[in-house]
């Protein structure tokens, strides 16, 4: 069984690359920002409040969290209940950060995620895999992109819904939130940094098969 972390900031463009590469290798794919996203529904839903770190980690610690990790069949469910389209709205992408900033909240989201992935083949994607979730998998991988290129890429995918003033915040806020606790502008030892900015996933994929075939895990 094999692990392939890929860590980086949003709109780098490892969502994307993560889920191609897993289909190539026949392997899962776990996307761990689903979880912390899920965990700000459910606290939403339960009218806890943001500034409430220990009502956010009881929630955490208690949830029955279901996600898929067929990388073309994406779904994610809270206590049976299908949220996969809820996890994405603005409202949750806000309140995420009292999530991901939470270190209890934290270490179960980790706990959780290293049993998924202890489970088979898989190409995990967040913001610690290579250095908290998975430091030993056997190829981890930083990719990067320039603000300019990022912003670009959360545009198109947003659909110019939002201003370039919100955009920047999306990106550039979330940056900084996103790095309270977690290092992911800096590789750590061993991990190899893509910068995605002039490439086509396609052309992510193939470094990143690249390495999975030096490392042994792919012929
Ligand atoms: O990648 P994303 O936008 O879906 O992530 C949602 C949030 O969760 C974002 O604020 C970063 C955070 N996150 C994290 O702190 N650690 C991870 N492994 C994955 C996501």
Redesign the pocket.
């Known amino acids: 069984m094999f692990t392939i972390a890929i860590?980086g900031p949003?709109g780098s463009g490892?969502?994307t690359a993560a889920r191609l590469t897993a289909r190539r290798l026949g392997a899962q794919y776990l996307?761990?920002?689903?979880?912390?996203?899920a965990v700000?529904v459910g606290c939403l839903d339960s009218g806890i409040h943001q500034d409430d770190p220990v009502a956010i980690t009881d929630y955490c610690r208690t949830m029955d969290l279901d996600i898929s990790t067929d990388p073309d069949d994406q779904h994610i469910r809270l206590a049976g209940r299908d949220i996969t389209a809820a996890?994405r709205e603005p409202e949750v992408?806000a309140w995420?950060?009292a999530?991901?900033?939470n270190p209890d909240c934290?270490e179960e989201?980790?706990r959780r995620?290293r049993e998924i992935i202890a489970s088979g083949d898989f190409v995990a994607?967040?913001?610690?895999?290579t250095t908290?979730?998975a430091p030993d998998a056997a190829v981890r991988v930083l990719l990067t992109a320039d603000p300019q290129a990022r912003m670009r890429r959360r545009g198109a995918e947003l659909g110019d819904k939002v201003d370039a003033a919100g955009l920047r915040d999306q990106i550039i806020g979330?940056d900084l939130?996103?790095s309270t606790?977690?290092n992911?502008t800096v590789a750590a030892d061993g991990v190899v940094t893509i910068d995605s900015t002039d490439l086509t996933p396609d052309q992510v994929v193939a470094q990143i098969l690249l390495l999975a075939h030096r490392a042994g895990i792919v012929r």
């Open positions: 860590d949003s490892k969502s996307d761990t920002g689903a979880m912390y996203r700000a996890i992408s995420v950060r999530v991901s900033t934290r989201l980790v995620q994607e967040g913001r610690d895999i908290v979730v979330r939130a996103d606790l977690v992911f």
